[in-house]
């Protein structure tokens, strides 16, 4: 090999290496100093927020800031949420590794990811067919084969996958859809923003017995939901 070649490779290696490191070293530290220290205890959850590379799912000049606890742009008016928040959404669901999750706002695939690293299956709705596409080929190349992504206005669900174990919503909204409260499964968990804009709260929605509750959870900004036709 060339010397000029093999000290290149030479450098890119240790400098992706020390990178990498880097990244592996900033999500052990979202996980014990903005996670676990604000009450996220559940398992399942604390791995999947180790394992998922929160930063390759936001663009390369927010990468940096990736791990910080904030939301980040990730263009066409949507952001990807704080990490705190998607620990927040998942912990409340309550995931088995058995369970069926309906995510509506696809955003930057990293909920989804997460959802994936503890469900079975993840069937994902986003109305943004740009943020939707992106999202599917970064679920793909990381290997997520139980997520399936579908372009579309996400309030009326997903019926032909339904009943859900777990639904979630990740843009903010008035009221809930009706047709996501048809769609939870009995014993089924919804967690979702919503209530007028100044006054949003995550509410966390139960089916049992054929009866549906609501609990206020955090005060919360989202964007907003957007609707389309389906």
């Given at each position: 090999m060339n010397i000029l070649v093999f000290i290149s490779c030479f450098i890119f290696a240790i400098t992706f290496g020390f990178s990498q490191d880097t990244y592996i070293t900033q999500r052990q530290d979202m996980v014990n100093n903005q996670l676990k220290i604000r009450g996220i205890v559940d398992l399942a959850t604390i791995n999947a927020m180790r394992a998922v590379p929160r930063h390759v799912f936001v663009p390369e000049n927010a990468q940096k800031y990736a791990y910080e606890d904030r939301p980040l742009?990730?263009?066409?008016?949507?952001?990807?949420?704080?990490?705190?928040?998607?620990?927040?959404?998942?912990?409340?669901?309550?995931?088995?590794?058995?369970?069926?999750?309906?995510?509506?706002?696809?955003?930057?695939?990293?909920?989804?990811?997460?959802?994936?690293?503890?469900?079975?299956?993840?069937?994902?709705?986003?109305?943004?067919?740009?943020?939707?596409?992106?999202?599917?080929?970064?679920?793909?190349?990381?290997?997520?084969?139980?997520?399936?992504?579908?372009?579309?206005d996400g309030y009326h669900g997903w019926k032909e996958k339904a009943p859900f174990d777990a639904i979630i919503v990740?843009?903010?909204?008035?009221?809930?859809?009706?047709?996501?409260?048809?769609?939870?499964?009995?014993?089924?968990?919804?967690?979702?923003?919503?209530?007028?804009?100044?006054?949003?709260?995550?509410?966390?929605?139960?089916?049992?017995?054929?009866?549906?509750?609501?609990?206020?959870?955090?005060?919360?900004?989202f964007v907003p939901f957007v609707r389309g036709r389906n």
């Open positions: 742009s990730i263009g066409k008016g949507q952001t990807i949420s704080q990490p705190y928040i998607v620990a927040f959404m998942t912990q409340e669901l309550r995931l088995q590794s058995e369970h069926k999750v309906l995510e509506i706002g696809t955003g930057s695939g990293y909920q989804a990811a997460v959802l994936a690293e503890i469900a079975k299956e993840v069937y994902t709705i986003e109305i943004i067919e740009s943020l939707g596409k992106r999202a599917k080929e970064q679920l793909d190349t990381l290997g997520y084969q139980n997520v399936e992504v579908r372009i579309g990740t843009a903010g909204i008035d009221s809930i859809p009706k047709p996501l409260l048809d769609q939870l499964a009995e014993g089924g968990r919804m967690i979702i923003p919503a209530g007028p804009r100044n006054a949003m709260h995550l509410l966390l929605v139960t089916k049992n017995n054929g009866k549906v509750r609501t609990k206020k959870r955090l005060p919360v900004r």
